[in-house]
Each structure stands twice: as C-alpha cells, then as structure tokens.
C-alpha cells in the first residue's frame, strides 16, 4: 500500500505541473494534450468495454466532454483560470475521498466501488470547500458570491464523484480493477481523470446558464 502510494504522489507531481504548463501556454501545447489525452482515454475506454453499444455511447460522450474541455479554455477572452479551477475541485476532490477514506474508513458508499466510503464522499466535499478561502485570496474567485462559490464547488465535486462510480461501475462489468497501467500507481489515464471528464460537460452547461457567472474574477 506504501509503495502504491509513494508511485501516486511522484506521479501526480510530474503530471500536474505539465498539465497546468500546457492549459496556462495554451496554443499548440494544449491542442496536442488535448488531443493525446482524448486518444488515450478512447483507446482505453474501447479495450475495456466488451458491448459495443458501451463502445459507441462512451466515444460520443468522450468527444462531448473533451470539446467542452476545449470550449472552456479557447472562450472570447482566452481566459484560463475556470479551467484549472474545476480541474482543482476534480483533484481535491480525489485527494479528500483517498485520506479520509483511508483514516476514518467507515461503510462502503456502493457496491460498485468498494474502496469508496461515506467518510470519504463527506471528506471529498470538506476538502473541496476548504479550499475556497484560498482561491479568494488569490483572487481567482469573488470574495463577495461565497455562497455562490460554495454551491458551486459542492456540485462539481460532486459530479466529480459520481463519474468515478460510473467509470468505477463499467471496470466491474468488464472484470478489471483498472483501465489501463499508464500512470504508476494510477493506473490507466481513465482512471485518473474519471472524475474531471464528467465535471468538465457539467460545469461548462452551469457557466452558459449563467448561475454561476460572476463568481469567477
């Protein structure tokens, strides 16, 4: 388990300083990230799944969700910020469900995931929203629309969570514990961003319906 762990974190320190490189450079940076991940993330999606109907319906959902992942970087004012922001709540939310899961453990949230657990839903949602202090101070959010932020930060962290189950529901159907062995202690790249593929679509229809417009500066 202490190895697994120790693979985890070098692997989050290398992934996530280039990932944010590339969305903050933008250009030809992030076409090519973009385009890799989705490649990847298709080619391990289709090696799991045995029905085709599965196939089809997670490419098209794949390509929805990577042309949003796109939409809200490319936007009118070339502004990055949001991205990273909603790919931040995705980790903490990770990094919330793993500590407290593994101190407070406590019943299993599903049957579909037997390592997910109430303590760490609850602790998903207590790291995420801890957060956002930190987030106002640096002023990437408004400091006046706390309740704005808040709610939003709930519901994407939460979006987040769900499309780990889903991810986690197809790898049980199929019989396999991850989607591919791509990243050390990760697994597959699936794996990784099961969460961020579902919260990105979602965010992306909350900011057209302009709910949540003036919480980001």
């Known amino acids: 388990m202490k190895k697994e762990f120790k693979k985890r974190i070098l692997s989050s320190i290398i992934l996530l300083p280039m990932v944010t490189f590339t969305i903050i450079e933008g250009s030809y940076f992030f076409y090519f990230l973009l385009i890799l991940t989705l490649y990847i993330s298709a080619s391990e999606w289709i090696s799991m799944t045995k029905r085709n109907s599965y196939k089809l319906i997670g490419l098209i959902f794949l390509l929805i969700s990577f042309y949003t992942f796109y939409k809200l970087r490319i ?3 070339n502004n990055y910020t949001t991205l990273i922001l909603i790919i931040s ?4 939310t990770d990094i919330g469900g793993f500590i407290f899961g593994k101190i407070f453990k406590g019943p299993r949230l599903s049957k579909i995931s037997p ?3 109430y303590a760490g839903a609850i602790g998903s949602l207590i790291m995420t929203i801890s957060s956002i202090p930190f987030f106002m101070f640096y002023n990437l959010l408004d400091d006046n629309e706390i309740l704005a932020s808040t709610l939003f930060f709930v519901i994407v962290s939460v979006i987040s969570q769900t499309g780990d189950l889903i991810i986690s529901y197809f790898k049980r159907l199929s019989n396999v514990k991850d989607t591919g062995k791509l990243i050390p ?6 794996d990784r961003i099961d969460g961020i593929i579902f919260a990105i679509p979602f965010s ?7 709910l949540f417009k003036n919480i980001f500066i």
């Open 89 to 92: 709540i995705c980790v903490l």
């Open 75 to 77: 936007n009118s004012d």
């Open 204 to 210: 992306y229809i909350l900011l057209l319906s302009g």
């Open 115 to 117: 390592n997910k657990t």
């Open 185 to 190: 202690g990760h697994g597959g790249l699936l």
